[in-house]
């Protein structure tokens, strides 16, 4: 196992056991609750807004490590992003890990994300890494209600 796996796995078990940003936001601006069908897993995320702007966001909920640790990530890079900028990187992240190709170029510049681009190997555990991203789209859509990640 190569240095870099082990560093990726060692951030993946840090953030499922100390998860970032876990709770429920007061009187949130956008809110979803996501389910993961193959394996009954839920989630919910809760966004403020400031204008455009992700002022801050919380999710709650339980998962496997990979869900929980994409849920902690995720919040980390989505405060203080704009609407805009959450948009793309919900899509750059989906293509990291749903596309097969050069991980190293299709995470360029996405950080700690990074992490998930050895899940793309992986297609049920796919939905585990995005089940956060889906909810929050959701709830930055407005979308009261649940979502699933089929
Ligand atoms: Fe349920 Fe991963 S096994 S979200």
Same mark, same amino acid.
């Given at each position: 196992m190569s240095e870099l796996t082990d560093l990726y796995q060692e951030l993946i078990l840090d953030h499922n056991r100390s998860p970032r940003n876990r709770g429920r936001l007061e009187n949130p601006d956008g809110l979803a609750q996501g389910y993961n069908?193959? %394996?009954?897993d839920q989630i919910s995320v809760s966004v403020k807004l400031d204008g455009d702007r992700i002022e801050s966001i919380k999710f709650e909920g339980s998962g496997c490590a990979i869900s929980t640790a994409s849920a902690s990530l995720m919040t980390q890079s989505l405060k203080g992003k704009t609407l805009e900028e959450a948009g793309e990187l919900f899509n750059r992240f989906h293509k990291l890990l749903t596309?097969?190709?050069?991980a190293e170029e299709l995470g360029q510049g996405m950080g700690k994300l990074?992490?998930?681009?050895?899940? %793309?190997?992986?297609p049920a555990r796919v939905k585990c890494a995005t089940l956060a991203w889906h909810t929050v789209k959701a709830a930055l859509n407005n979308k009261e209600g649940n979502i699933t990640t089929e």
């Open positions: 069908p193959l %394996c009954g596309e097969e190709g050069n990074k992490v998930f681009s050895g899940v %793309c190997q992986y």
